[in-house]
C-alpha cells in the first residue's frame, strides 16, 4: 500500500497565464486531481489562469467559497474542502491546489494548509503577486535601499490606515472595494493624492490604470492603489 498522497498550493500569478511559473505550470500539466476555490455559481478565476495547463482527464475538486461579511460560511466551505482534499490524500494520491496570485500572500490556501499540513506533506510553489504585477504595469518603483513597503487592506479603520500610510515609504493598498471613498479622502488628507497611482485587473486584457479621481466607486475586487513617496534621491529625474 502507497502512503499518503501530498497537497500542492500552486501561485498562480496576477492573471496572465504567461505569468505562470515553468514550475507550476509543470505541476499543473502533471497533476492528477486538482482543486480550486470559486464563488458559488461562477466562474473560478484561479482555473481560468490555470486553464491552458491542465490536462484532459484531470479530476477536479471545486471548493466553492461565500463571500459574505460573516466568516463563518467561508470557514465552513473551507472545512468541507479540506476534508474532500484529504480523502484524495489518504488515498495515496497528490493534490494541486490552485491559488491566483502566491498562496501565503493573502491567498485562499492558507486556509487548507492551516487544516492539512499537521496530517500531510505540503509544498508550496509561489507566485508573482499582485503589488508586483501592479508595479510593473504602473511602471513604478516600490522600495529601495532601507524604504519601507506597506501592504495595507482597505477595511482597515481610518486612523490604523493613516497612521501606517504616514509610516510607511511606499504602500500598496488592497480590497477597495465599498472602501474607495474613505481611501482617496485619507490620501487627500495627507497629500498623497498626486503620489497615488490607481490600477484595476492588472495584466489581464481588461486592465484599467486610471487617475484617482477617476477610479470607479466602488472599486472592482482586483484592484489597488500604490503610492511611492519617492524617499531615495536616486529614483528622482535628474533636474
Not at 492528477?32 to 461562477?42: G, R, S
Not at 496530517?119 to 510553489?125: G, K, L, M, P, T
Not at 479603520?157 to 472595494?177: C, H, I, P, Q
Request: hydrophobic share 45%; proline share 10%.
Amino acid at each position: 500500500m502507497t502512503g499518503p498522497g501530498r497537497m500542492i498550493g500552486v501561485g498562480l500569478g496576477p492573471g496572465d497565464p504567461d505569468l505562470v511559473t515553468v514550475k507550476a505550470a509543470r505541476c499543473i500539466g502533471a497533476a492528477k486531481v486538482i482543486a480550486y476555490p470559486a464563488l458559488p455559481d461562477a466562474e473560478s478565476f484561479a482555473r481560468r489562469i490555470a486553464a491552458p495547463f491542465i490536462a484532459a482527464d484531470t479530476r477536479e475538486l471545486v471548493i466553492e467559497v461565500p463571500i459574505t461579511p460573516a466568516r463563518g460560511p467561508a470557514q465552513a466551505a473551507y472545512d468541507a474542502g479540506a476534508a474532500r482534499i484529504a480523502d484524495v490524500l489518504a488515498a495515496g494520491m497528490d493534490v494541486v491546489v490552485l491559488c491566483e496570485g502566491d498562496p501565503f500572500f493573502y491567498g485562499s490556501f492558507m486556509y487548507l494548509h492551516a487544516r492539512l499540513a499537521g496530517d500531510y506533506e505540503v509544498e508550496v510553489i509561489p507566485g508573482i503577486t499582485s503589488v508586483a504585477a501592479a508595479s510593473a504595469a504602473l511602471g513604478q518603483p516600490l522600495t529601495a535601499r532601507n524604504e519601507v513597503l506597506a501592504t495595507l487592506p482597505a477595511p482597515l479603520d481610518s486612523d490604523t490606515l493613516r497612521n501606517r500610510m504616514e509610516a510607511a515609504d511606499s504602500f500598496a493598498v488592497m480590497k477597495l472595494g465599498r472602501h474607495i471613498g474613505r481611501i482617496r479622502t485619507l490620501l487627500g488628507e495627507l497629500g498623497l493624492s498626486g503620489q497615488a497611482r490607481y490600477i484595476e485587473r492588472a495584466t489581464l486584457p481588461e486592465q484599467r490604470i486610471l487617475p484617482l479621481a477617476e477610479a470607479p466607486d466602488p472599486a472592482p475586487y482586483f484592484s489597488m492603489i500604490l503610492v511611492t513617496k519617492g524617499a531615495d534621491p536616486w529614483l528622482k529625474p535628474p533636474p
